[in-house]
């Protein structure tokens, strides 16, 4: 069995039970939404042509009353000049050379975004990095942000590994809601379109203007396709706010951050995120009338 030294003491019971995929209820991982989670910032590399440069990854998995196993891992980077071409490259546990795992979604503001999901409900998921079966297998791997660079080899920007895993919450309470394909007759313009829609707000900066963002990622979309962003005003009137471009897998990222200058669309007239509570967002592919992904805006907690 592999062991998890750095896991707290108070975890490791649970532990076992999530090492070997119970097919009894734990009531213990499941209250409360808690799990074992790992995250940490990723550290700029000295020297780097990208010096605002940001980033870290949050991985979890939970185990349900029912036995199954849900889980997640993610890496995010922000203040780019530009985050066009940035790619994910990691190494397995115990290894020094990383292999290239993935394009991140980007958006204009120089953010960019890698995100996958598993459910074990599902009878089809995504592979995991590097095609571990559990996040845990993680542990200690190495982690690098990289982009496209002058010469023929990438350029590497922010670099870190997998810290250790506590048992704690996993989730983002009501600041996050889901996108949905168009319901029936309609036929769906993207069949294995995903996404969610994420608000936030952290305090004031230094002007006194409230720190918050919009966040708008999907998948299952039209690789290397452009796709629009489109919000409620307050008069029920949908506008064009945005856009997006997909990924080779089909992956996009759509971002607006008061910490890298964006201010929320004019054309839905808010200066508050809360003021977006329950407008409605749709996600549309360029020259398709019917959205892929439609959601509304969830309640941010106070």
Known sequence: MRKYPLLARASLTALAVVIGFAVLPSPSADAGGKGFVSAQNLHRVAGSSEPGAQGGYRTWLRVRGDGTIVQSFSVWIRGLFDADGSTLWMASPG???????????Y?????????????????????????????LDL????????????????????????????????????????????????????????????????????????????????????????????????????????????????????????????????????????ELFGRRVELRRSGFDEYSLVGLFPRLRR
């Open 95 to 105: 290894e020094l050379d990383v292999e290239e795992v993935a394009d991140f979604a």
């Open 107 to 135: 958006s204009d503001n120089g953010a960019g975004r890698y995100l996958v999901k598993t459910d074990s409900r599902r009878s089809v998921n995504p592979e995991l990095p590097l095609g571990v079966e559990r996040v």
């Open 139 to 274: 542990l200690r791997s190495p982690i690098e942000v990289r982009i496209p660079g002058f010469d023929a080899e990438d350029e590497a920007i922010l670099r870190g590994s997998l810290v250790e895993f506590r048992y704690r919450g996993v989730g983002g309470g009501g600041r996050r809601s889901r996108l949905r394909q168009p319901p029936d007759p309609l036929d769906p313009v993207d069949p294995g379109a995903t996404g969610f829609l994420r608000v936030w707000k952290r305090g004031r900066d230094s002007f006194g203007d409230p720190r918050q963002g919009v966040i708008v990622l999907a998948a299952g979309l039209t690789p290397d396709d452009f796709y629009e962003v489109w919000m409620e005003d307050a008069a029920g009137d949908m506008q064009e706010v945005g856009e997006m471009t997909t990924t080779v897998d089909g992956t996009g990222f759509f971002n607006l951050d008061s910490r890298d200058g964006d201010t929320l669309p004019p054309e839905i007239d808010v200066e508050d995120v809360r």
